[in-house]
């Protein structure tokens, strides 16, 4: 998965593009998808991974 505003493969952090996250892992977590997940991200400086990671600790509640 990679965030975008739709107009090219941008690779933002979550929720500064289109898809909605928060939709699409209660959906998977419906289904009890239990599979690899692969997040492209792209990150200038640690800070930037830093962030990323605390976006995916949202969605924490969806797999445990």
Do not use: P
């Amino acid at each position: 998965f990679n965030d975008n505003d739709g107009s090219c493969d941008q690779h933002k952090r979550m929720h500064l593009g289109t898809i909605g996250f928060d939709s699409l892992f209660k959906a998977l977590s419906d289904i009890n998808y239990s599979e690899l997940h692969c997040m492209e991200v792209i990150f200038h400086n640690y800070k930037d991974l830093i962030d990323f990671s605390q976006d995916l600790d949202l969605y924490e509640k969806y797999y445990k």
